[in-house]
């Protein structure tokens, strides 16, 4: 009998080391190659929301045209503000903050409200993020008819030379410079992926964060210039507003929300709104890749 030999097996490969940024990197690439995927899945959110509803999603119009009427009417008698000029001003204010506000709020649990997807679908997790903000998107465009539609109305106003109440710049009224709102909107979106990564990690971590959020989010309505002018605060200062601006200045959604805003209501482009948005922009993707690079992995079973 010829002795048996045994074949000794090379040892099995170790595991890929998931934390690193090269893997972080093609969450989101992969996620973006999928865009198909999370394009029909945001549209099927609205279609499923508004799915026994007569006239569908014109419901979201209707209710930002209602909120936009309403305050500006408010505001403009509380701050003397003349109707022509602080109504377009409010709507576009709330329509991109109705935005990031949906972004914020659902961000914090994309992955919790997403856990049976995360567990049974062999996907990016940066799809359910992208899934989301394509929804919000969605929901701007459809309020966008209330911007055009004010427009409209108040197009005599909005065109030419004209000066907010309270504030000293001259406006140079509205001209092509509007496109100028769409690299905002692009550059506003890009921010809106790593703001739900972010916090959407932490928050499925740790689930006290949402409800913080959300209640923190309804002071930085009030402090962020969208129903009142930053001219304003000279204004009811006799022109001493300067610490009070600088206050306004440290809020970051207010450049985020003027970037957009200036360009659709034909006001001058201050440039210093686009470098502090740039500098977050580096900011929050960093913190954002770190946070995917250390725990993507963990996410699925956090949830």
């Known amino acids: 009998m ?21 893997r972080a990197f093609a969450d989101v690439r992969d996620a973006w190659r999928q865009r198909e995927l999370w394009g029909h899945l945001g549209w099927q959110d609205i279609k499923q929301r508004y799915r026994r509803s007569v006239i569908g999603p014109l419901w979201i119009t209707i209710s930002m045209g209602t909120t936009a009427l309403a305050l500006g009417l408010l505001y403009s008698q509380l701050f003397n503000q003349q109707l022509g000029t602080f109504l377009p001003y409010v709507t576009v204010g709330f329509i991109i903050w109705n935005f990031i506000l949906g972004v914020v709020t659902e961000g914090t649990e994309v992955f919790i409200a997403n856990e049976g997807l995360i567990k049974h679908l062999p996907a990016p997790i940066t799809v359910h993020v992208l899934r989301m903000v394509w929804r919000q998107a969605l929901f701007l465009a459809h309020n966008m ?5 004010v427009v409209a109305i108040f197009f005599s106003s909005l065109v030419g030379e ?20 769409i690299p905002a909107f692009a550059l506003i979106v890009v921010n809106a992926v790593w703001v739900a990564l972010l916090f959407g ?10 409800p913080v959020i959300n209640s923190f989010i309804n002071l930085v309505f009030f402090m962020t210039p969208i129903v009142w002018h930053v001219g304003v605060l000279n204004k009811v200062t006799d022109g001493q ?16 929300v003027e970037i957009f805003r200036a360009p659709l209501l034909g006001h001058t482009q201050d440039w210093h ?11 929050g993707w960093t913190l954002a890749l770190i946070a995917m690079r250390n725990y993507r992995a963990r996410v699925s079973y956090w949830v």
């Open 2 to 22: 010829q002795p048996t030999t045994t074949v000794e097996r090379p040892p099995a490969p170790l595991p890929p080391n998931s934390r690193t940024f090269g």
């Open 162 to 181: 004209y000066r907010m109440e309270g504030d000293a710049t001259l406006q140079p009224g509205l001209s092509w410079g509007v496109l100028m709102a």
């Open 201 to 210: 990690i932490i928050s499925t971590r740790f689930r006290d964060i949402p």
């Open 145 to 149: 008819v209330v911007y055009l539609a």
């Open 273 to 283: 709104h686009w470098v502090v948005v740039g500098v977050l922009t580096v900011v």
């Open 241 to 256: 507003g300067g610490w009070r601006i600088l206050i306004a200045e440290m809020n970051p959604i207010y450049h985020y």
